[in-house]
């Protein structure tokens, strides 16, 4: 962890309850950053696909929920570090790097 982040666990959709869903892919592994709202993770339930989104800016830190293991709601399928100094730069931007 780096210097002033707090971890904040991802937890599963509260709609899934009864059904459940099966992770199907991460799309952002541990190690690597991300903005809030951005797509993490792909979830097949009953209604179909949908991704888990960020909940906020910063680094993933561990997947608690392997690909194909199923998900209940409310689960905790993740760990993020919070901070967007924890983005990497953005190799588009000229200032960046």
């Known amino acids: 962890m780096t210097e002033g982040?707090?971890?904040i666990p991802i937890i599963a959709?509260?709609?899934l309850r009864g059904d459940g869903a099966v992770l199907l892919e991460w799309f952002i592994e541990e190690g690597e950053s991300t903005r809030e709202?951005?797509?993490i993770a792909q979830l097949l339930g009953a209604g179909g696909c949908e991704d888990l989104l960020?909940?906020?800016t910063g680094l993933?830190?561990?997947h608690w929920v392997e690909e194909g293991a199923s998900v209940t709601a409310?689960?905790?399928v993740a760990t993020i570090?919070?901070?967007p100094d924890l983005l990497d730069p953005d190799p588009l931007r000229p200032d960046s790097g």
């Open 74 to 76: 409310g689960q905790q």
């Open 81 to 83: 570090e919070a901070g």
């Open 5 to 7: 982040g707090d971890l």
């Open 60 to 62: 993933l830190v561990e």
């Open 54 to 56: 960020a909940p906020l």
């Open 13 to 15: 959709p509260e709609h």
């Open 37 to 39: 709202g951005q797509p």
